[in-house]
């Protein structure tokens, strides 16, 4: 203990040891009772580190850089897809559709094929929607179809339920639907046949459209002015 | 001088990943696969959500969105965005199918209970509504006709009519909660109720709508 104490300069202490002070107890060959002896020698036990327990860490998956050949290509491609797949859904449900529309039904505002439009979702399930918008929405009869029609009758409106001409009478539209009809009232299914629609089924409002054969997209702005009216 | 601590971009890359491809990968899951949703309300007391009116606790299920409104059954469950509030679900039990004959109970019938609750008006508009469609009304092409277990509080069929099966977004549910019932189908078995349903067929479009399902 002293020389520890009083080291020369030049030598350098022992680097201390984990060594861990094992009491042995010890039976005197004198008495019946045992007694605390202390140890002749001290043991080494190696340090815990060299035993590897497996922590939470090593349940993960193996990260792309440890697979090999196709798997990597296999995870780092279906990575690249699944993100792709869940950003277009959010974008679509959210924000904008851009998509070809056919049918004879929205003449002369729609060419019967080759038009593009851009569609807007904030006016899903009817929010803003007023008389006059055009918009698509699920099809009440056939679920997998849309369909694109204009507005003529928000709740509480009273909207003629035929074709003008026939019976002329009218109907008030309930509360949560809409009425809606296409601009080519002959070869137009709306709802003078499938009654009013439930606005939960509306998926956004026509904001755009590129007509066929042209390249320009043009803002559709005041609801009536795409309509010509003889 | 202190040092202002601007974050890099590949920190503020990680945090805005950390954040938002979660919650995209969870709402895309919910819109398309399966969601889980509380029941509110006591209109299916007491098969769901039986202590809602005393302690506010309600069920929830589990349910299943590809192709909800394919494959309906008479007496499933199903979820669908509510025909008079646009932004809003409700949960109740398809009765009967479209081509179905449903022969209207009495009891269900609007303003038969006494309310105090200011809603007069609308239920002498759905009373009148109800006696054209009584007593028996056939489910047109498309809709399904829902109703709920509890006749003194539901809000169904009998007051809005029939639905259109598009507006159905879940459908073949099971409880996730309380843990007592998880997995299990209480709605299963046949109960008698006061809607009696003809059974008719289904799958025939009307005439302005064949072209559609050629």
């Known amino acids: 203990?002293?020389?520890?104490?009083?080291?020369?300069?030049?030598?350098?202490?022992?680097?201390?040891?984990?060594?861990?002070?094992?009491?042995?107890?010890?039976?005197?060959?004198?008495?019946?009772?045992?007694?605390?002896?202390?140890?002749?020698?001290?043991?080494?036990?190696?340090?815990?580190?060299?035993?590897?327990?497996?922590?939470?860490?090593?349940?993960?998956?193996?990260?792309?850089q440890q697979l090999q050949g196709t798997a990597y290509w296999t995870a780092r491609i279906s990575r690249y897809?699944?993100?792709?797949?869940?950003?277009?859904?959010?974008?679509?449900?959210?924000?904008?559709?851009?998509?070809?529309?056919?049918?004879?039904?929205?003449?002369?505002?729609?060419?019967?094929?080759?038009?593009?439009?851009?569609?807007?979702?904030?006016?899903?399930?009817?929010?803003?929607?007023?008389?006059?918008?055009?918009?698509?929405?699920?099809?009440?009869?056939?679920?997998?179809?849309?369909?694109?029609?204009?507005?003529?009758?928000?709740?509480?409106?009273?909207?003629?339920?035929?074709?003008?001409?026939?019976?002329?009478?009218?109907?008030?539209?309930?509360?949560?639907?809409?009425?809606?009809?296409?601009?080519n009232q002959e070869w137009s299914r709306d709802s003078r046949m499938f009654g009013p629609l439930p606005l939960g089924l509306v998926k956004g409002k026509v904001v755009a459209r590129k007509a066929a054969g042209e390249w320009l997209l043009r803002a559709i702005g005041e609801p009536w002015a795409e309509l010509e009216v003889n | 001088m202190p040092v202002r601590l601007v974050p890099s971009f590949r920190t503020v890359r990680r945090v805005v990943a950390?954040?938002?491809?979660?919650?995209?990968?969870?709402?895309?899951?919910?819109?398309?696969?399966?969601?889980?949703?509380?029941?509110?309300?006591?209109?299916?007391?007491?098969?769901?959500?039986?202590?809602?009116?005393?302690?506010?606790?309600?069920?929830?299920?589990?349910?299943?969105?590809?192709?909800?409104?394919?494959?309906?059954?008479?007496?499933?469950?199903?979820?669908?965005?509510?025909?008079?509030?646009?932004?809003?679900?409700?949960?109740?039990?398809?009765?009967?199918?479209?081509?179905?004959?449903?022969?209207?109970?009495?009891?269900?019938?609007?303003?038969?209970l006494d309310r105090t609750t200011g809603r007069e008006d609308l239920d002498r508009v759905q009373a009148k509504a109800w006696d054209q469609m009584a007593p028996k009304f056939e489910v047109p092409f498309g809709h399904v006709w829902v109703e709920g277990d509890n006749w003194r509080k539901s809000n169904d069929s009998n007051n809005f009519g029939p639905i259109s099966k598009s507006l159905i977004i879940g459908s073949s549910p099971v409880i996730v909660f309380p843990w007592a019932r998880l997995g299990t189908k209480p709605w299963d078995v046949r109960r008698r109720s006061g809607t009696r349903v003809v059974k008719g067929t289904q799958g025939v479009p009307p005439e302005v709508f064949r072209d559609m399902f050629e």
């Open chain 1, 1 to 64: 203990m002293l020389a520890r104490l009083f080291h020369r300069p030049h030598t350098r202490l022992p680097i201390p040891r984990r060594s861990l002070y094992l009491p042995q107890l010890r039976r005197d060959a004198s008495t019946w009772r045992t007694r605390f002896i202390p140890p002749i020698k001290t043991l080494r036990i190696p340090s815990l580190k060299a035993i590897r327990i497996p922590s939470i860490r090593d349940l993960r998956m193996p990260t792309t």
């Open chain 1, 81 to 183: 897809v699944i993100l792709f797949f869940i950003g277009y859904h959010i974008f679509i449900t959210h924000f904008f559709v851009y998509g070809p529309v056919y049918g004879i039904s929205m003449l002369p505002t729609f060419n019967d094929e080759g038009d593009w439009v851009l569609t807007s979702s904030h006016y899903r399930r009817g929010r803003d929607v007023q008389v006059g918008d055009l918009i698509t929405f699920t099809h009440p009869i056939k679920a997998d179809t849309q369909s694109l029609k204009r507005v003529l009758g928000m709740p509480g409106d009273f909207v003629l339920r035929d074709t003008p001409g026939t019976s002329g009478a009218m109907q008030q539209v309930p509360e949560g639907h809409c009425w809606v009809a296409g601009d």
């Open chain 2, 18 to 112: 950390f954040a938002t491809i979660p919650a995209a990968i969870a709402i895309t899951i919910q819109d398309n696969l399966y969601e889980i949703t509380p029941v509110t309300g006591s209109s299916m007391a007491p098969t769901l959500s039986p202590d809602y009116e005393l302690e506010g606790r309600s069920d929830r299920l589990l349910w299943s969105k590809v192709s909800a409104s394919a494959n309906l059954t008479r007496g499933g469950l199903v979820i669908y965005t509510n025909p008079q509030h646009s932004e809003r679900t409700a949960v109740k039990r398809v009765v009967a199918l479209e081509g179905d004959t449903v022969i209207l109970d009495p009891r269900r019938r609007p303003g038969t």
